[in-house]
């Protein structure tokens, strides 16, 4: 009767451990769905200054390329000095951002569990791939304000050939970080 009896017991757990296999087999066979309500947006908005601090980025950016790309008349008098310490500014913004980006998403990464930190991990990712193209391009906007200065001091230092050539590129590398705040924005938004 003992032996009856811990069998029935023994049977009991076992049914009742299939039935709750049964019950939970799509979420275990389905861990992704489970977790798709993760959204990268707003765990970038909510736990990082990226958002307000890569606008301040830009709209400095956008201005000093106003300063080398907006001179109509090559007889203007221009302050290279001036621009070019801008253009420097920039990079030194850029990389206090990208580091803060970091700082702050680590901190924000610590918090998660689970599947949300892959996902968020993925998100961090495709956002410091966006400022690093931001970044080439500020950098390559300062080498170009450098030679227009170092122009200044010695005429022949740089040529109508290469600052086409470095034009050329800088375009070429502004396209690329268009391309990866589109690829961003997909990521982000789902469009």
Known sequence: MDFLFCFTRGLGRTILLLFLLLLTWPLILHAPLAFANFDPYSFIHNNTTFYPDFEKLRGKWFAVEDQVFG???????????????????????????MLKFIEDSRSALSKLKGAEVKQAKVARERVLEYIDSAGVVVLKLYEITEKLYDKIIDPYSYSMTDYNLDIKQFKKLYEAYQTKGTELNRFLYGQ
């Open 71 to 97: 001179i109509e008349d090559p007889n203007d008098p221009v302050d290279w000095s001036k621009i070019r310490d801008n253009a420097e500014l920039l990079i030194h913004e850029h990389e206090r951002m």
